[in-house]
Structure formats: C-alpha cells, structure tokens
C-alpha cells in the first residue's frame, strides 16, 4: 500500500513539474516583461531595455526613447561612418594615422589629453608618435574601446557626419556631438547621447546589411563578434551563444547593445541602458539576468 502511494505521489510530483516546465516554456510576452520590471526594480537606478526578434519582428521595449549619456556605445555609429567614408572612397582602411594624444576640446577649443589611467587601452601609449592603420585604430575601439583610438577615429570622420548617417538610418535622437574625455565639454553638459531604440535601429540595420554595404555591415559584425567586455548581454548566457556588441560605462552608467546569435539560427538585438546607479556591481547584475530572461524567451518560441 505503501509503495503503491508512493508511486502515486511520485507521478503526481512528475506531473506538476511537467505541467510548470511547460507553462515556462510558453511564457507569454506580457509574463517576460513582468520579469524584467520585478528584475530591474530591485535595483536603484534607470533602465531602458529593447529588443527585436530579427526573425518575427517581435520587440520587447521598456523606456526606449529615454537619453542617456551615450559612454562609449557611440564607437559603434562611429565604426558605421568610418566604412560609409571609407566606401565613399574618402580614404582605406588600410590608411595610417599618426598616434597623437592632443585634442581640442568643442567646449572652448581649448587643448586636452587622455591619461593612461582613464583608458582600458594603455598599450596605445607606448607608441605615441608611430602610425597605425585606420582599421587597426577602429578594431580597438570596439574590442577594447581605446579612448585616444576613439578620439582619432572622430577626429578623422567628424562628429557631425556620425550624427548625420544615424539620421539616415531613422535613429533621430543619437547625437555624437564629440569624441571621449572631453572634460570641459561634459561639464557643460555637451554629450554623446542614445536611446535603447536608437541604438536597436543601428543594430538591426547592421545585421539587414542596410547600412553602408552587405561588406561594410559583415566586417562590422566580425569586429563586434571580438568584443573584451563580456558581462552583461553574455553573462549568463551559454558558451554557444554569440554575441556581437559593444558596452559603455562612467560613473553610475552601464550599457550593453548588440546581437544574440543562438546556435539553432535564431538572432535578435538586444539593447540594456541604465543611469543613476547608486550599485554598479548590482546594475551589471541585474542587467546580465534581464539578458538571461530574454535568451529564454527567445529559445522558448
């Protein structure tokens, strides 16, 4: 009798597991965004999230047109304007540039430098004065975001002309007004901006290959796939998920934006913005487990 309650309570156990596990498996969109809002709510600060399922179209967008200070996600619209120049004719990626560390600054066209210490390139330091390829300058400023990379990048194709091609493409709030460590100028409140949608645009653009070539938008996808800085969209997510991204933080700021390659072909553009953290350990984390839901979202479907 024993054994047979037993088995009995075991089925019924087995049973309910499966009933849950199917109800996870059919997680509806309005259940998703319930779960990002509790995950996201737990932490002080302000969030955006948007997302695209690049197959369905299916978006997930929470705070999306809110500005924030750009950080370095604005090396990704840069890279886009240096292979628009560069498919123009305007110069070759196989062009040199010489490595200098003077910058005018758009506040008052004053003179400033980058520190080392300020950098998480600090090798580019050691070559002051040598030449090095436009594209290898570009390289860097994604997979490592080499600040005096950047600068030179801007210095090369323009702030403005940035602006510019994200307007083309429908993004309307993304100002690249400048290059990095502009003291003077982000006293003044003269920053680089983005929104969650701006940058999804930007994303979805790249992977349609409708920004500048089909070429242009591989070679982006191949230099984003190299990106360093791993703990947010990639976090929590398997070894057999790629992602092609860029990250950006400064004081109380973490972002994250790119795309999700899952190993059955699906793909989507994943966009995670935030300001205002009083914890950014605490950010990264809540952020990474807003990237988890959304992978789970998509794999489900």
């Not at 899952?262 to 994943?270: H, T």
């Not at 995670?272 to 992978?295: F, P, Q, T």
Request: aromatic share 8%; proline share 1%; with cysteine.
């Amino acid at each position: 009798m024993y054994h047979q309650n037993f088995l009995g309570m075991r089925y019924t156990l087995v049973l309910a597991a499966f009933i849950l596990l199917g109800g996870c498996a059919h997680t509806s969109k309005e259940e998703v965004v319930k779960k990002i809002e509790l995950i996201l709510t737990q932490t002080e600060g302000t969030f955006a999230v948007a997302y695209k399922d690049l197959h369905t179209g299916a978006e997930i967008l929470l705070n999306e047109h809110e500005l924030f200070h750009a950080a370095s996600t604005m090396k990704t619209p840069v890279m886009a304007e240096v292979y628009r120049q560069a498919t123009e004719g305007k110069f070759s990626l196989k062009d040199s540039i010489r490595i200098k560390n003077e910058f005018i600054s758009i506040f008052d066209g004053s003179k400033f430098s980058i520190t080392r210490e300020s950098d998480s390139d600090t090798l580019i330091y050691d070559h002051l004065g040598e030449k090095r390829t436009i594209y290898s300058l570009m390289y860097d400023m994604i997979i490592i975001s080499s600040n005096l990379a950047t600068n030179l990048i801007v210095e090369l194709v323009g702030a403005e002309n940035v602006t510019q091609t994200m307007r083309t493409i429908g993004a309307n709030d993304m100002q690249v007004l400048r290059g990095v460590e502009d003291t003077k100028a982000f006293e003044a409140g003269m920053n680089n901006r983005v929104t969650a949608y701006d940058l999804m645009l930007l994303f979805e653009k790249i992977d349609k290959e409708e920004i500048v070539s089909g070429e242009a938008s591989m070679a982006m996808m191949d230099i984003l796939l190299d990106q360093k800085f791993n703990d947010i969209i990639p976090a929590r997510l398997p070894a057999n998920a790629k992602v092609a991204h860029k990250t950006g933080s400064i004081t109380g700021v973490r972002h994250d934006s790119g795309i999700v390659f899952l190993p059955e072909g699906k793909k989507y553009v994943l966009v995670l913005l935030s300001k205002d953290l009083k914890d950014e350990v605490a950010g990264i984390e809540a952020m990474a487990r807003v990237s988890e839901v959304l992978y789970e979202y998509t794999t489900q479907k």
